[in-house]
Nanobody, 120 residues
């Protein structure tokens, strides 16, 4: 089970940190990804990381602004989001996979999502 938290409302240029807590110990091959879905749009990839060895990957539209990280002892994956813009408004989802991929179809567990709203 994955539980996201940390969403909310911020002004343009603000920051938020999302958390994704895993109820069970991740596998050595576990990969965690963040995805988002804006109103009227399809869900899209944001960032991912391997649980054991990092190897982060980002969507082009968040490079230099968002950082994915993990707290291994606590089984938590974070998404630090800086310089937010109204285009970042979406529901953000955390998901688990055992493949290093941006393909959503490979992710087998999903959180319930957390709303991020950026006001102009």
């Amino acid at each position: 089970q994955l539980v996201e938290s940390g969403g909310g409302s911020v002004q343009d240029g603000g920051s938020l940190r999302l958390s994704c807590a895993a109820s069970e110990r991740p596998f050595s091959r576990s990969v965690y990804g963040w995805f988002r879905q804006a109103p009227g749009k399809e869900r899209e990839f944001v960032a991912l990381t391997r649980w054991r060895a990092g190897s982060e990957r980002y969507a082009d539209f968040v490079k230099g602004r968002f950082t994915i990280s993990r707290d291994n002892p606590e089984n938590i994956v974070y998404l630090q989001m800086n310089r937010l813009t109204p285009d970042d408004t979406a529901v953000y989802y955390c998901a688990h996979a055992t493949q290093y991929t941006t393909d959503q179809r490979a992710y087998d567990y999903w959180g319930q999502g957390t709303q991020v709203t950026v006001a102009s």
